[in-house]
C-alpha cells in the first residue's frame, strides 16, 4: 500500500497594525502623497487642540517603511517648529 504525504503550507496570517498621525496643516499634502504612493489603508479621525489633523494609518509588517517615511515627515516639522 502506497501512502501519500500532503504537505499544507500554512499561511501567514500578519496582524493589522495602526499608527495615529498628528499632522499639522501644512504638511497634509505630502502627507497624503505618501499614503497615496504606498496605498495605505487610512481613515481621519478629526482635528486636535492645536488644529492638526489627526489620521489613522492601517499596515501590515510589508508595508512598515511606508509608515516610517510618513514618521519622518512628521517628526521634520516637529524639529523646524522647535528651532522657531
Known sequence: MKTKQL???QKQTTKMKTKQFAVP???ITAFCEI???????????G????EEIVIDVNYEDDERSAVMELIELIEVDDDNDDEN
Open 25 to 27: 496643516q501644512d504638511q
Open 47 to 50: 482635528t486636535n487642540e492645536e
Open 35 to 45: 499614503i497615496e504612493e504606498h496605498e495605505l489603508e487610512n481613515s481621519i479621525v
Open 7 to 9: 504537505f499544507f503550507k
